[in-house]
């Protein structure tokens, strides 16, 4: 592995800007209008999709109308995180590489000791990782456009954050952006390009205040170049932060992380540095996005689907499912330490007696 400093000029003109996009992936980076650090709001159609037919821009408008006052409003206050650098494998794929050492894999769950008013639990979960669900649906069930949906999630993610922190919770991984989600209409995507740098940019201040290290997995350069560049500067400036590990899994594919990793160890095999009986679950593990992460204890799924999604695959292998009913839109403290509770409550084996 290799680490790059997220400023780097490097980064992502190696394996970014000069390398073919996903095929999953609209060429919405690939063209100098699709900059989106120009669309602070309000938002010009024309900049972030050329040429642009009248249609899409209608559709645009729509999905945008009133996004920085929702915004603003649902973007107040937040969590807590740290870690700087990103780690890319041959073929492009990146993650972000936390300060220090990596985290020992020892104990998944920690005793809790109750604060005031928080609920005592006899273990908590090292790692949460949730799929965030139902955005869409609950939209629709309002009579709303879809990117409503996706803005009230930002409450959810603050409210979960919080409470990950209040009990002690060291890494909280969100699904937030699949590699399948590229084929969504182009309108939407470029609404959620511009929600996540905003919230990447409002949010900043209350990370740091709330001692929180962000950090990011999945194929990053797919990305928009200015929400690459806001993504980077987040994680560089969390980077001192020694709380809460809040990791965005961004054009996520747990299909491409595992393809991503047989690559990179084949052409470690052919250049010799790597004796093909060496490779085990270890070898496998350390060439992962995840590598410098303990596995999910708990996976969280909102809106009662009960798939993976193509998330973490390799990962949740052992990792304890909580389905909830509710929708992400709506999910909040009590559904959290609900779910907490239902985790504290199963025994684990392990495949053991």
């Not at 005031?116 to 949730?130: D, M, N, R, T």
């Not at 909102?302 to 389905?323: A, C, D, K, P």
Request: proline share 6%; hydrophobic share 40%.
């Amino acid at each position: 592995m290799h680490e790059f400093h997220p400023q780097a000029h490097h980064l992502f003109s190696q394996h970014g800007e000069d390398r073919e996009p996903h095929p999953a992936a609209p060429s919405l980076h690939s063209s100098p209008t699709a900059d989106l650090s120009r669309q602070v709001l309000p938002i010009s159609a024309e900049s972030v999709f050329s040429p642009i037919s009248p249609t899409l821009r209608a559709d645009i408008s729509r999905e945008t109308s009133g996004f920085r006052t929702s915004c603003h409003e649902i973007m107040s206050s937040s969590p807590r995180t740290k870690g700087h650098g990103q780690h890319q494998n041959g073929n492009g794929a990146t993650s972000t590489l936390p300060a220090g050492p990596l985290p020992a894999a020892a104990a998944t769950a920690v005793a809790h000791v109750a604060a005031p008013g928080v609920p005592a639990l006899a273990v908590v979960p090292q790692h949460v990782a949730i799929i965030m669900d139902g955005n869409g649906r609950w939209a629709k069930g309002r009579g709303m456009m879809r990117v409503a949906g996706h803005r009230s999630g930002v409450e959810a993610v603050r409210s979960c954050v919080r409470a990950a922190g209040e009990f002690g919770v060291k890494y909280l991984t969100l699904y937030a952006f699949s590699v399948e989600n590229w084929r969504r209409p182009r309108a939407e995507i470029a609404a959620l390009m511009l929600l996540l740098e905003q919230f990447l940019r409002e949010e900043l201040e209350e990370l740091m205040s709330n001692n929180v290290r962000l950090q990011a997995i999945g194929r990053l350069s797919d990305l928009p170049k200015s929400v690459r560049d806001r993504l980077d500067a987040s994680i560089e400036a969390t980077s001192g932060n020694t709380g809460l590990t809040l990791i965005l899994a961004l054009s996520y594919s747990g299909r491409v992380e595992i393809i991503e990793a047989v690559r990179s160890i084949a052409a470690e095999v052919r250049s010799g540095r790597l004796n093909p009986e060496a490779i085990d679950d270890t070898v496998l593990e350390s060439h992962l996005y995840t590598s410098p992460y303990p596995d999910p204890d708990l996976l969280i799924r909102t809106s009662g689907e009960m798939r993976l999604s193509n998330f973490l695959l390799w990962q949740l292998s052992y990792t304890e499912i909580h389905v909830t009913a509710t929708l992400w839109p709506d999910f909040r403290r009590d559904q959290f330490v609900h779910a907490l509770q239902d985790f504290a409550s199963r025994q684990r084996r392990y495949g053991r007696v």
